[in-house]
């Protein structure tokens, strides 16, 4: 019998999926269903002439599950095709944050002044807040997340990570 | 070219005739009256009126494994739907193609919790291949014939089309033929890479202690799977054996067939798979039922699996050389490639892996101490094999020990004669079932052997079974016992046995009666042979009570957790160490 390797592993993967109802709930109720971890999840229709969404799934496992997960994923009728993202190259990894804070003062300034160094957008504004938007890898917007904490922070919104593979080729 | 205007039952109607079919399993509601109106009216399409919907996915596919065709099943909304989800979820574990229709409160009703409102497509999304919502009655000819076409192609299963109500009666002239209808992305791949052909070409021809082993993927393929198969077996000289699921794929009477392995398989299937050097999996999935401790299974074999479906290969068991494609596709490609490259087996090792096996055979694990007073239950599936052997029965299964003991006595030539529940394993499949496979086969005989318990499951299809002058036979194998149940509660918990008898079974021969069936019981060995013959010649559907030994077990079976080499023989066989945790906690 091959050996089976433990190790838990990371995975960036994209679904090609025909867009119609209850599709999500398909790939969901398959993770769910199946004890298949979800650490982020985020769809949205891609090509409106066919019908198209793209579902960029993170998850872990170890190299069997993920082997499994991604052939689960394909068996699903209206999935067109799955990229182990992580697995088939490098590619390039982003999501977006919008982050409230509130106060006055020093603080309000000090929030400005990381907010630039983040490259963070202001999206809203009055005298006792910010609506900061910021772009970037996962870890990127945790930290930023974290230091906006103690300087008034009152509600973030995340969108999950969306990936696309490094290079001139397509999915 | 517009088609003429129909209505949706119409549509509906239409669709199911240009798909072939012929027969309807259903059961009728408020939320399929129109459908059921149409079918009045017309006489290409049968009915068969069940008499629960669970019933009616059963006789589908039992309809479905006995022709390899599609089974079709009518059900109404709500309850209608949520009692066919037992049989939809047992399809989709053993890979038969069904598409059930289930009626919908209209669709400007949907999510108000309307009469006989249930959230379908919800319910059956985990246990169908796929399912559809049809809103508009313009999508209804496509989704129908796509849904046949994704039933049976790949590997097969079950898909749901919930029809609301006003759709089944709103207007249309956009019918499209089957011959219209391409689906967008679903297309399983039946042809194998011919790298992994050769590359299985050459494992297999450095191969000493090679085996086959093959399951309902072999069934599935058609039977011309089966006939390349034994081919193949032959071709090399190496022994097969068969999961539950595969038995009749290889002729059981053939020198090579091992018989079944697994759980309760045979001493030498299972010695010879822990012993092996290249195994052939052709259509299996490896179920824990077949591979029991995974770290001891097969322990030094390389290992082909040949699987339509990607999500099988290394999902229990990690394997050398996966080929994916269509049994019977690839069996072709294989044996057409190992006679192009004029290998052989080496012929010395072979004879010695033989002369092993020959020596597990010589341990005939399945015999059992027979009686002259009471009739132990392998004694009278033996006979009813013997007496039955020639006339080519159809024989379906409850769940429990009598399933295991008829698919260790009872001796498949052929495939597609044997229809049991393996993957969920649903006491009452195998009345409905039968009945299923007469309404494919009227002349043939088709035998349910069951258990009383199981039987009282779905025991309403006798009357199924009457109203249609279904001639199916139920062989009861009564021990009084839940026994399978009693088994394990012998072997794992100190013969403690919580709620494994049943008290107050019914007299089978006057229920028989009381349905319009026949009657008959034996409780001596020597009235057996008379009435298994009077319920053979019986024109009419037969419940047969055979009075068996209540405390038979059933042998070989390797326990929970543990591996091939720990199997018990019989009831003298202790285990050789106490059942390990791990074990205990495993079903
Ligand atoms: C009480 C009880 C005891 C049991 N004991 C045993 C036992 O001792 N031994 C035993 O074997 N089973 C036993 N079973 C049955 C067991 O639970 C499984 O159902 C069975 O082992 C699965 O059989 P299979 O591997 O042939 O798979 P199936 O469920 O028949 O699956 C078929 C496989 O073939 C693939 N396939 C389908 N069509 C094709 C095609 N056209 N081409 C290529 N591949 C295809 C599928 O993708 C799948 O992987 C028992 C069941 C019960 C209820
Ligand atoms: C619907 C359902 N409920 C429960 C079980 C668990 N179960 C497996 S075998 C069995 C006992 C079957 O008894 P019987 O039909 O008399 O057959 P026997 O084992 O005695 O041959 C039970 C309860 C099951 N398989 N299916």
């Not at chain 2, 070989?556 to 591996?563: F, N």
Request: contains cysteine.
């Amino acid at each position: 019998m091959v050996p089976r390797d433990q190790t838990i592993e990371r995975r960036t993967m994209a679904v090609l999926v025909d867009n119609e109802p209850g599709v999500l709930a398909r790939v969901i109720g398959l993770f769910s269903g199946r004890g298949y971890n979800i650490e982020s999840l985020t769809v949205s229709e891609v090509d409106p002439v066919q019908g198209l969404s793209r579902i960029t799934v993170i998850t872990s496992g170890t190299p069997q599950i993920l082997e499994q997960i991604k052939a689960q994923l394909d068996r699903l009728v209206p999935v067109h095709r799955v990229s182990d993202l992580t697995r088939e190259g490098p590619c390039v990894e982003r999501e977006l944050v919008l982050v409230k804070v509130s106060g006055r003062g020093n603080k309000r300034v000090e929030s400005l002044r990381i907010a630039d160094i983040f490259r963070a957008r202001v999206v809203d504004s009055s005298q006792q807040h910010f609506v900061f938007e910021v772009t970037g890898s996962s870890e990127k917007l945790d930290v930023f997340i974290d230091m906006m904490r103690p300087l008034g922070l009152v509600d973030v919104s995340r969108t999950g990570v969306v990936a696309i593979a490094r290079g001139p080729k397509g999915f | 070219m517009a088609s003429p205007q129909m209505n949706g039952s119409e549509i509906v109607l239409k669709a199911l005739r240009d798909q072939g079919v012929d027969v309807i399993f259903g059961y009728p509601g408020g939320a399929v009256l129109p459908i059921y109106d149409a079918l009045h009216e017309q006489n290409a399409l049968r009915h068969i009126l069940v008499r629960h919907e669970q019933a009616a996915v059963h006789s589908a596919e039992g309809y479905a494994r006995s022709t390899g065709k599609v089974g079709v099943v009518l059900v109404t909304s709500g309850p209608g739907a949520t009692n066919a989800v037992t049989g939809l979820t047992d399809a989709l574990m053993d890979s038969v193609p069904v598409v059930c229709l289930t009626g919908q409160v209209p669709t400007h009703l949907i999510g108000n919790d309307a009469f006989q409102e249930a959230d379908t497509t919800g319910i059956t999304r985990p246990c169908t291949k796929h399912n559809y919502l049809v809103k508009d009655v313009d999508d209804l000819a496509r989704v129908i014939h796509e849904a046949f076409y994704v039933a049976r192609s790949g590997r097969p299963g079950p898909v749901v089309i919930d029809l609301p109500k006003d759709v089944q009666q709103a207007k249309s002239d956009s019918y499209i033929g089957p011959e219209d209808v391409k689906h967008q992305s679903y297309r399983p791949q039946v042809k194998a890479e011919s790298q992994a052909i050769s590359a299985a070409v050459q494992m297999i021809a450095k191969a000493k202690r090679p085996l086959f082993y093959t399951g309902g993927g072999v069934i599935n393929a058609g039977d011309k799977a089966s006939v390349l198969l034994s081919r193949f077996a032959r071709a090399l000289g190496a022994p097969v054996t068969s999961t539950l699921m595969g038995l009749g794929s290889m002729p059981a009477s053939d020198p090579l067939f091992l018989g079944m392995l697994g759980m309760h398989g045979t001493y030498e299937a299972n010695l010879a798979m822990y012993n092996c050097d290249v195994m052939i999996n052709v259509g299996a999935r490896f179920d824990d039922r077949v591979t029991g401790r995974l770290d001891e299974f097969s322990p030094r074999s390389q290992k082909i699996h040949i699987d339509i479906d990607p999500s099988s290969i290394n999902k229990n068991v990690v394997v050398d050389l996966p080929i994916i494609g269509d049994v019977a596709h690839v069996l072709d490609d294989l044996l057409k490639a190992w006679k192009r490259s004029g290998n052989k087996l080496n012929q010395k090792a072979l004879k010695a892996w033989w002369a092993q096996i020959e020596e597990w055979r010589g341990r005939d694990c399945l015999k059992f101490a027979n009686s002259k007073s009471i009739i132990k239950p392998q004694h009278a599936i033996q006979r009813l094999y013997e007496l039955t052997k020639d006339r080519d029965a159809y024989i379906t299964t409850e769940v429990g020990q009598h399933q295991m003991w008829a698919a260790q006595f009872y001796k498949f030539e052929k495939p597609r004669h044997w229809m049991t529940s393996g993957g969920l394993g649903t006491m009452g499949y195998g009345l409905p079932a039968a009945a299923g496979v007469q309404v494919a086969h009227p002349e043939a005989l088709v035998i349910d052997i069951a258990g009383e318990a199981s039987i009282l499951m779905n025991i309403q299809e006798l009357s199924t079974v009457a109203q249609y002058d279904l001639p199916v036979k139920v062989f009861i194998i009564n021990n009084q016992w839940m026994g399978m149940v009693r088994q394990w509660q012998e072997l794992l918990h100190g013969s403690r046995y919580s709620q494994s008898y049943t008290a107050s079974l019914p007299d089978f021969v006057k229920l028989a009666e009381a349905f319009g069936a026949v009657g008959l019981r034996a409780s001596k060995p020597g009235e057996l042979d008379d009435k298994i013959m009077e319920m053979i010649e019986s024109p009419r559907p037969v419940v047969f009570d055979c009075m068996v030994d209540q405390t038979e077990n059933c042998f070989p079976m390797i326990p929970s957790g543990a591996a091939h080499y720990e199997m018990l023989l019989g009831p003298e066989d202790k285990a050789s160490k106490p059942i390990s945790e791990e074990g205990m906690v495993l079903v």
